[in-house]
Nanobody, 122 residues
Framework: QVEVVDSGGGLVQPGGSLRLSCAASGSIFRLYAMGWYRQAPGKQRELVARINSLGITTYADSVKGRFTIDRDFAKNTVYLQMNSLKPEDTAVYYC????????????????WGQGTQVTVSS
């Protein structure tokens, strides 16, 4: 049992900032990576940012230089600092966790948060 809770979304003006948080809980044997996807109405879900257990990060080209992902894997927590927000950043942001659950199986699985709405509008 792994539960993922994401939070921090809201309404901000263009150029503003927002910080998303995500925490995983439950029986986690090994945490490989955490990250964020986003999905806007009528659009495909896309990877926004990811960080693995070594601290290696991946960003979508559209957010490079504006968004920063950071983690505290000791707390099974990841953050997404979003600066210089644009209207096109408006979407539901979903945290995901790539982890091996407790219980003896060696396979990893993806676990998802419920999503948090980010709206960038004047």
């Amino acid at each position: 049992q792994v539960e993922v809770v994401d939070s921090g979304g809201g309404l901000v003006q263009p150029g503003g900032s927002l910080r998303l948080s995500c925490a995983a809980s439950g029986s986690i044997f090994r945490l490989y990576a955490m990250g964020w996807y986003r999905q806007a109405p009528g659009k495909q879900r896309e990877l926004v940012a990811r960080i693995n257990s070594l601290g290696i990060t991946t960003y979508a080209d559209s957010v490079k230089g504006r968004f920063t992902i950071d983690r505290d894997f000791a707390k099974n927590t990841v953050y997404l600092q979003m600066n210089s927000l644009k209207p096109e950043d408006t979407a539901v942001y979903y945290c995901y966790v790539d982890a091996v659950p407790g219980g003896g199986d060696i396979r990893s699985f993806d676990y998802w948060g419920q999503g948090t709405q980010v709206t960038v509008s004047s």
